[in-house]
Structures are given as structure tokens and as C-alpha cells.
């Protein structure tokens, strides 16, 4: 029998993976829910809409939940589930004293189940309501592709390692999100100490706020002169010098950028409109990594717990 020239064997190889990439992505839909709880997404906007009138961070808070999940085994709404160091994802470095807003997802699912009880997956209302907050803040929308289920275990160690924190260096984030098959997204979580990079004026404003004598609740900020909106004011502000993170500022400033990401931080500080739909493509992107579908993982009555 003829063996297969390298060419041959590794195109039949990228059919064969292609096909198989199609066949999970092909099982989230828009239209998921259409049959039955064909009111989920008035439901879950009810609700982003008030936890939103009452706190208007909270828009940005339920968004990094969104990708807080999808980092760590996919978009499974593992990250919700309680516990303890060592079972919950709550307690990894990147989260604890942290990601916030479980209350508000709990809140949701809580109206989700009285209008279709055992239906609709946590993992999902995540991704809906992350795509509601940014709406409601101002920035752009999408349809929300479909259909996730549910995790049945927490993964604290892969939160631990596949989260990128304010002090990983410019190349190691993008090689984090390049492993979970995305480019480049803003980092949000915060970082101790001035950094070196920063307007002068920006780091004595951050330390009148933030003194060593404080109790370490203090907040700030991330998008200076733009707090609540989602908006290019975060980019406008790394031209500027007033990234409130280190890992914020390095998109700009950092040698690693040149090649990088520089010339994205000034395309998107002059243009709203490039960089909506770049994240829009990006957020779709993240929203389909590695999903449960079909009959792997669960539809949680209690986001909280599995059943």
C-alpha cells in the first residue's frame, strides 16, 4: 500500500480537526432557547438593568466573571461554584477579594428558573448578561451564541496558572490568551505598587487613595475619565501615561509593544467604532472556548452548587 506524502497526512489531519471544530461550534446557536425559554433574554436584561441602577461597576464586574469562566476550562460557569482553596475557583489568586457580582448571577438565575426551571445553564446567563453589561454601558451588542452546560467541578490550580495578572510582563499575557485562542484583551485585575511608567501626577493621585496604612478595600478606577461607560477612553488614557495597571500601561509603553500591540492601542484610541467590533469578534471568540454541550456537564438548579 502507497504511503501518504507529508502533505497529504497533514491536510487530512486539518480536515479531519476542522470538522471537528465545526461540530462543537455548529451546537451554540443564537436561537438556542427560542423553544423552550423563549424569554430568557428579557429576563436576564431585567435583571443586568437593575443590578446595574444600583451599582453602576457592576456592569464592568459581571463582564470580568464572563472572562474569569471562559479562562479556566472554558465557558463551563465552573467559576461560580463555592467551596473551599482548594475546590473553588473563587479562592484562586486572580479572584479572591476580587471578581465580584455572584449575588447578581445568582439573582438571575434565581428568575431564570421561576420562568423555565431546568433549562437554561449558568455558563449561559454568564454570557449573556457580560454581553448585556456592556450594552447598557454604552458599548456596542451581539447575539449571544448559545447552549453551553455546565461544569461539575471547580479548577482552582488552572485558575491559578491560566488567569494573566497585572505583573506578568506583556509577552507572557499574550502567550496566556494565545493558549485559550485569543489575542489580546484588557486586564483588569489590579496590581500593588506604583509602576514606573505612570504620569507622575496619576501615581501621587493613586497613593492619596491608596496609602500603606490602608486596609487594602480602597478602589479605583481602571478607565480614568470614563468610569462608567464602556467607551476608547481606556486607550486614549495609555497614550496619556494613565493606565492605572502595569499591566495596562505595557499595551503602550513597554519595548514588547512596538511589535505588539502599540499600533492597536492608538487605532482604537482614535476609532470607537474599531475597536467595538474587534471586540465584539473577540468576545464572540472567547465565548465558544471549549464548551459543554450535548450531554456532558449539567443544567445547575443553584448556580452555586452542582446538582
Not at 95 to 113: L, T
Not at 280 to 297: A, F, H, Y
Request: glycine fraction near 6%; charge should be neutral.
Amino acid at each position: 500500500m502507497r504511503k501518504p506524502c507529508n502533505f497529504t497526512l497533514y491536510y487530512s489531519l486539518f480536515v479531519t480537526f476542522m470538522i471537528m471544530f465545526v461540530v462543537v461550534n455548529s451546537q451554540l446557536t443564537t436561537d438556542f432557547y427560542a423553544k423552550t425559554c423563549p424569554s430568557v433574554l428579557k429576563v436576564v436584561r431585567k435583571e443586568v438593568q437593575n443590578a446595574i441602577k444600583n451599582e453602576m461597576r457592576m456592569a464592568a464586574s459581571l463582564l470580568r466573571l464572563h472572562f474569569h469562566d471562559c479562562f479556566v476550562n472554558g465557558c463551563d460557569g465552573s467559576l461560580l461554584l463555592d467551596g473551599n482553596s482548594t475546590t473553588s475557583e473563587k479562592f484562586a489568586a486572580g479572584n479572591i477579594n476580587s471578581a465580584r457580582g455572584f449575588e447578581v448571577i445568582d439573582n438571575i438565575k434565581k428568575a431564570v428558573e421561576d420562568a423555565c426551571s431546568g433549562v437554561v445553564s449558568c455558563a449561559d446567563i454568564l454570557a449573556i448578561a457580560a454581553r448585556d453589561s456592556v450594552l447598557l454601558s454604552g458599548g456596542p451588542t451581539w447575539k449571544v451564541r448559545l447552549g453551553r452546560r455546565d461544569g461539575l467541578i471547580g479548577n482552582v490550580s488552572g485558575a491559578n496558572s491560566g488567569l494573566p495578572a497585572p505583573f506578568h510582563s506583556l509577552n507572557t499575557i499574550i502567550s496566556m490568551f494565545q493558549v485559550v485562542g485569543l489575542n489580546v484583551t484588557d486586564v483588569v485585575s489590579l496590581s500593588g505598587g506604583p509602576d514606573t511608567t505612570l504620569d507622575t501626577t496619576l501615581v501621587t493621585e493613586l497613593q492619596n487613595l491608596c496609602p500603606s496604612t490602608s486596609d487594602g478595600n480602597n478602589t479605583a478606577p481602571l478607565d480614568r475619565n470614563s468610569t462608567d461607560l464602556f467607551d476608547n477612553h481606556y486607550f486614549k488614557n495609555l497614550l496619556n501615561q494613565r493606565g492605572l495597571l502595569e499591566s495596562d500601561q505595557i499595551l503602550y509603553s513597554s519595548n514588547d509593544a512596538i511589535a505588539t500591540t502599540k499600533t492597536l492601542v492608538e487605532t482604537y484610541s482614535n476609532s470607537s467604532s474599531a475597536f467595538f467590533s474587534d471586540f465584539v469578534n473577540s468576545m464572540i471568540k472567547m465565548g465558544n472556548i471549549s464548551p459543554l454541550t450535548g450531554s456532558n456537564g449539567e443544567i445547575r438548579k443553584n448556580c452555586k452548587v452542582i446538582n
